[in-house]
């Protein structure tokens, strides 16, 4: 009796995450709609920061496609906070093989929080130019109209912040393909069902985050997002609550993932679902519901394997696949997620564990360090932490420049 009702339970919690790959289904052609309205011609003159640590796969490439823009008038700053950066000689190479495109390396020494990139962009800011900004990771490769379609936006005079989708490129391993796999068909799933629900997006991605100089100061700057994990997500939600639109546009960008073995994509996972659930507390406690097709896989061991739990397997996986299909072919033109199909109940399953384990304590490795995440800010889990300098000092004397 018990297993029986087990299985039931089962079963309803499944229809929930079939409830919710409708809702995906749907956010995908209110996405497709909106876009299909034709764009202002608008190119303002914008800095674009990078941020560097190291290297990324496809780095330098990815440096280029920003190089080669089909726009009037734009700078490319990059930032470091060693001297001696492995990143450093790659933008010295870009510099040579493009002397006529506007590009600044900075030295950011300083160290303004724990979140040691948006420490050295609070150090870059000071010589961006233009009055619009745009911050993007290092391994983010752009096709040449991204410039004009992230911007095009910005005419809406309410417009204060631009973001992304993305797509993950993945390497040879069974873990970056897990991470791809699960950006193209259900992270970005959840960004387009939280647009529709929502009425707009109230947040950001860190593939592209395009925005006012003047919305950027209604929140005070950069500086109080030194210590957070999700910047991205802080910064645009700041924005939206200053009374600032948030549009996602409709130019897919590239990131080429690491080769992540099982443990690095696990670790991964863990991040994002610890920092999620410290950002987005109600809505990360209502992601138990998306699961689906592990629940219904769940209801067919409950039941037995009972004719009707194969019933609501069959719809789970019928809709799971609509879903991916959507969102992952037709929204983000990645023509990997049909191949890697396969994959997606074994990324599903790790994900439904993850859920239940991210509550279990609140380390996260990022960039090979780890910290305590709480309240959605990071501190060093030992005590060898460097010592910071607070954003009010005046020590931007310090910080010198390459151009």
């Known amino acids: 009796m018990v297993s029986f009702i087990s299985s039931l339970v089962a079963a309803v919690l499944a229809l929930c995450g079939m409830g919710f790959y409708l809702l995906c289904l749907r956010s995908v052609r209110t996405f497709i709609k909106d876009n299909r309205k034709p764009h202002p011609e608008f190119t303002p003159p914008v800095s674009i920061l990078k941020p560097l640590r190291g290297v990324d796969p496809q780095m330098y490439e990815s440096f280029r496609s920003h190089c080669v823009q089909d726009y009037r008038e734009y700078e490319i700053i990059f930032g470091v906070h060693e001297a001696d950066d492995p990143a450093v000689e790659a933008v010295h190479q870009l510099m040579r093989e493009f002397p006529a ?63 992304c989708p993305y797509r993950g490129i993945a390497a040879k391993t069974l873990g970056s393909k897990l991470e791809s796999i699960g950006i193209s068909t259900d992270f970005f799933a959840g960004v387009l069902a939280a647009r529709q629900v929502e009425n707009g997006l109230h947040f950001a991605l860190g593939s592209t985050l395009a925005m006012k100089r003047a919305a950027l100061e209604a929140i005070g700057g950069l500086e109080p997002l030194v210590d957070y994990l999700a910047d991205d997500f802080e910064l645009g939600s700041r924005i939206s609550k200053a009374g600032y639109e948030v549009v996602l546009a409709d130019v897919v960008v590239e990131t080429h993932l690491p080769a992540y073995s099982f443990r690095e994509f ?125 954003a009010a000092e005046p020590e931007q004397d310090k910080v010198s420049v390459h151009s």
């Open 101 to 163: 495109c506007r590009i600044r390396l900075v030295f950011c020494p300083q160290v303004l929080g724990n979140n040691r990139k948006t420490s050295n962009v609070v150090q870059m800011l000071p010589y961006a130019r233009y009055e619009h900004i745009l911050i993007n990771d290092s391994d983010i490769f752009v096709t040449p109209d991204y410039l004009r379609r992230v911007m095009s936006p910005f005419a809406g005079n309410q417009v204060g912040m631009v973001t």
């Open 266 to 390: 696990f670790d991964h996972q863990m991040r994002w679902a610890r920092s999620t659930r410290d950002s987005r507390r109600a809505g990360y406690i209502g992601i138990l519901l998306t699961f689906g097709l592990p629940w219904a896989m769940i209801a067919v061991a409950l039941a037995a394997a009972a004719w009707w739990s194969w019933l609501v397997l069959a719809a789970a996986v019928i809709l799971r696949a609509a879903v991916c299909v959507q969102v992952g072919v037709k929204v983000l033109h990645d023509s990997a997620t049909v191949r890697r199909l396969a994959l997606v109940p074994l990324r599903d399953l790790i994900a439904f564990w993850v859920w239940f384990a991210s509550f279990a304590g609140h380390e996260v490795h990022w960039r090979g360090d780890v910290f305590i995440l709480k309240d959605g800010k990071i501190r060093p889990a030992h005590h060898h932490a460097p010592v910071m300098v607070s």
